[in-house]
């Protein structure tokens, strides 16, 4: 999975609580993407790093932000999580070079 | 605002038929087309990719046709084998983020 881990794998929260997903890359790859998968939508750009603590906002950033403190690490946040974010989540790295991505395994969150 | 369209939906196809999923978008500015494949449970992986400078690309049983005047581009899989079934998406890119299509469900049916 091209030294992509996301963690944690599956987790179930309740609604208002603070939920923080974590993708961590061995690739020392430039770029970072958090998407989301929901079914009938396919995959949805969330946030985005181009760089260490640069970051920029996907189609879908309303509730999460996002941190970016070292090249191996880019942290999903959301602050008061909903049940509309009950997703599965998906981790992507890129080499600027190209623009193929590489993802992770992905971390099912169910918000009740 | 539906940047990429991509069918069918799902799609069922005899081993060793050929499957055909086609996607049209709309951002002109695209300069990437790529296919990825992915299967349950697994985060999606590239398939075959082309860039806007040719009209064709093979690899293996994998074909990515791609029309630039109509926006659209297909992907052919030729000889299809139940090992091909999966959850296939385009995602178009331009300055390094992809858009993409909501997928095709393919079975391959023995």
């Known amino acids: 999975d091209a030294g992509i881990t996301q963690s944690p794998r599956h987790k179930v929260t309740e609604t208002g609580t603070p939920v923080t997903l974590r993708c961590h890359q061995t690739?020392?790859?430039?770029?970072m993407y958090w998407y989301r998968q929901d079914p009938g939508h396919g995959l949805r750009l969330i946030h985005y790093s181009y760089g260490v603590k640069d970051t920029d906002k996907g189609e879908v950033s309303d509730g999460y932000s996002v941190s970016r403190s070292k090249t191996e690490d880019f942290l999903l946040t959301l602050e008061s999580a909903t049940s509309s974010q009950t997703s599965v989540y998906f981790c992507?790295?890129?080499?600027?070079?190209?623009?193929?991505?590489?993802f992770g395994p992905g971390t099912r969150l169910t918000v009740l | 605002q539906q940047q990429v369209k991509q069918s069918p939906q799902s799609l069922i196809v005899q081993k060793g038929g050929i499957s055909i999923i086609n996607c049209a978008y709309e951002n002109t500015a695209f300069d990437y087309f790529p296919w990825y494949q992915q299967f349950p449970g697994k985060g999606p992986a590239l398939l075959i990719a082309?860039?806007?400078?040719?009209s064709e690309k093979k690899e293996g049983r994998f074909t990515i046709s791609f029309n630039k005047s109509a926006k659209q581009f297909s992907l052919h899989i030729m000889d299809s084998q139940p090992g091909d079934s999966a959850t296939y998406f385009c995602?178009?890119?331009?300055?390094?983020?992809?858009?993409f299509g909501t997928g095709t469900r393919l079975t391959i049916i023995p």
């Open positions: 690739e020392n790859h430039r770029y």
């Open positions: 995602a178009p890119s331009g300055n390094e983020k992809l858009t």
């Open positions: 992507a790295i890129s080499d600027s070079s190209t623009d193929t991505q590489y």
């Open positions: 082309i860039r806007p400078d040719v």
